[in-house]
């Protein structure tokens, strides 16, 4: 847990730090982990309960892995207008998961975000901070074959070389 | 100083709320969240109240609306209130369909059938159990999870507590009862926090009677030894 | 990198501003690019990251380079403005780049299609401030975004960042402060529209061994992003409305105040913008201890937020704070009395903040000659959704809804019909056209039963659903309701089930007046304004639009052609030419027909993704 020390380190020891720690931590894991969870409330003598509200409130935690690629669909009322609603039901069918999940392989992470703010982009989706725009069903799956080759092509180099 | 409720002058003090004039002078409001041994929490609702204040009237809940002016005006009575009320127990019977204090509230008020889908829940959030832990026991084993119709009361991962002492709290002060406690084979179960507990043997007639854990914690507040609290009800008779 | 001393006096800091000023060349042309997220997700950085590149190739005459905030004009983005000139170029690429400097640059030229074009003349037009888009705004807040990089205090400084700060600390009182911005008439940018001043007093006169002063950017109106675009693009703005507001209510700093922004998860840029403009201004001593000199202590940390559009209410905002879950408390103590900590409080939102210094700069009497009677000075919009311009203006208050949506925002996309404007975000109505005259301002809208809002402004047209739209934004508070108390957890989920029930065509007529009754009870017994004003928009669309929902009720039908289960995709057989093209991407199989022969859908197997309709380039694809 030499990990979470450090991140603990660099706030004040009080519970007011607890959202702050924990969007390190699921920053630095992907995930916010149980035990880790648990350790925290220990060290910042917050009932666990309450640290379990706060992971469990916040859309920004997860307490699963998050797969490698997070798909970003923008649902704010601009990208919703423009068929926004449609590029998630397109994603939904081709990647077999409900937004919110992730596959089995933790390729990817299907999430739906209420507005970034780029509105004239619209309909918007992000995929690991790139984003796309004016992106329809088609184009969104397009998008998907992408990442989906380059990661396999990844994984093939790093074989190669060990 | 003073308040008028329904048309009655009531005598109150300064951060008295409007719940507690009421309750001192027979005037009824129901609550459902609300417990005179924990701090009011105002999510049921159902104490809303008309607050008229310079020409100006607002719903406020009276179980935590603090009285800091004289001369107030609360209505309890209006059909604006009774009309919420009813709406919120309806909302409330619709979520738990079996749940008996709801039912006799819906009698009460007049609702005969409810116009939503019924679902299968025993629970209404209402907070009772998690705060009565935290605040009148002081061991916090229960919180809130996730939010809005997500929303649920439980132990963390809804696993076995390793806060919780079998103390029977929040059994006592749940107000749809849906939460059990049960003593079998040495074990105190509580099913709804997926909780069991091994239970100690009174030291003279040997009948299992509280929780271990219960033990320590009362040794650690109070400072007696655990050998002297090993004696069950009956036999400290 | 210029090295920094911390300022210890108004003196010094006026020295500092005209040493920058005298070491800048103004003549020197300078490539300013737009790197806001709007941009940058159209590619903007590769267009600089170019420019650097290519311009250390070029030996002739000093070149310089800035990245700057959003412009606003977001539809046309990569913008590139080249100055002296102030020549803006438009959807700018990075095979753009080499043209930009060998003709613009070396040899003074226009790169002609790089130009905006006014689609009602045709023309051509040279300089921001004459393109229709600019120049029906008042950028008063938003003056410098373009002319300034976010990361680079001295910019700040060179423009007269941080003398009205200056103004305050050393020529007035925190009382004479108080009563300029209660006189200025500046009410809150947030969406609540409280007079600014009178908060002001409120948390000077309360009684604390702590003050807070803390600036909600978490902007959580799908639809709004002016405040993105403000804290990205002039961070400090807000830092010195916040640190006068510090000096103001804790009386000269008699008593100890700290200061906090919130800002939303979902805007990392800002976040990290906004982390730099506080170091910075930590460096030149404007924050921490004796700020200029003046002994007065005031630092400013960064809170983010977690993803919760709750947490947009003060005190789902004081809880996040606090380190616990985003959940509204009563309201009946104000936060001027107990905030954050139970102590006194002063919570704006940044756009507020950043009013501050322009007014103490410009005086009362000027900001007061912009806007309404009682809606002083400019507000910063979103113009989104159907519409030609879609990005950020700044106008004064009382344009009407006419002037934003068909002047500067250039009518409606595809020459479709105006159907109705959304505006104040999920707490707001929709606006139909027979109101298109109304001014905005803080209190006409609430009289047609919505609300400026922070001012997202979303533009509808003949395709878009009333009853849809209604839906949506249940659905979205639905997601985004803390939970815990009753009108708001269980009352919005049953009015959506009224909604899912109508767009599906399941619904009677009986339902309409228990969807109302249902929004009167949330309205009235809702614990925070998340839960009282979400019935709104269904309110205000069944106001307005009372007979689309009929149709959807009695007709069993979408007129617009969006709910899914009362629509049904048809293939025309004269417009169809047996491409295949919709074969190819329908995901259940369900279109058949001959190659070069028209084809068919079977509407039992057609799941009505909608996709053939968007890859049909024949429009042989119908909904009806």
New interface residues.
Partial sequence: MVEIDKIIEKYSK???????I??DIQGEYNYLP?EI?LTLSQKLN?????????S??????SLKPKGKNIIKCC????C????GP?IV??LE?ELKIKSGETTDDLKFTLET??????????P?MIVQDK?Y?KV???KAIKILKDYGETSEVKVKRRTKKS | MEINIDGKECSTKIGETILQVAERNYIDIPTLCHNDSIKPYGVCRLCVVELEERGRTRIVTSCNYEILKDNLIVRADTERIINIRKMIIELLLARCPEVESLKRLAEEYGIEKITFKPENDDCILCGLCVRACSEVVGRSALGFSYRGTTREVGTPFFEQSSSCIGCGTCVQICPTHCITMEDKDGKRILKKWNTELELVKCKICGNYFVPDVQLNYITEITGIEKEKLNLCLDCRR | MEKRVKLKSREELKNLRDSIIKNRDESIPCITVCLGTGCRAKGAEDVLNEFTRQIKNVDKAKITYRQTGCHGFCEKGPLVVIHPQKIFYQQVKTTDVEEIISETIINSKIVDRLLYIDPKTNEKILQENEIPFYKKQKRVVFANNGLIDPENINDYIALGGYSALSKVLFELKPDEIIDIIEESGLRGRGGGGFWAGSKWKYAKNAKGDRKYIIANGDEGDPGAFMDRSLMEGNPHSVLEGMIIAAYSISNAGEIPVEGYIYVRNEYPLAVKHLFLAIERAREYGLLGEDILGYKFNFDIRINRGGGAFVCGESSALFASIEGRAGEPRAKYVHATDRGLYDKPTNLNNVETYANVPIIINNGVDWYRSIGTENSKGTKIFSLVGKINNTGLVEVPMGITLREMIFGIGGGIQNNKRFKGVQTGGPSGGVIPESSLDLPVDFDELTKVGSMMGSGGMIVMDEDNCMVDIARYFLKFLEDESCGKCVPCREGIKRMKEILDDIVEGNAKMEELDLLENLASVVQDASLCQLGATAPNPVLSTIRYFKDEYITHIKDKKCPAGVCKALITYFITDNKCTGCGACVKVCPSGAILGEKKKPHKIDIDKCIKCGMCFDVCKFDAVIKE
């Avoid at chain 1, 919703?80 to 068929?83: D, E, N």
């Fill in positions: 009080d519970k007011s730090s607890l959202i702050l924990l969007q149980k969870l917050v009932p666990f309960p309450q640290v379990y509200h706060v469990t409130f916040y859309k920004a935690f649902l704010g009322t601009a919703h207008l423009k068929g449609r039901e397109g069918r975000v209420n507005c970034v703010g780029t509105c004239a982009l619209a918007v984003y725009d329809t069903p088609v």
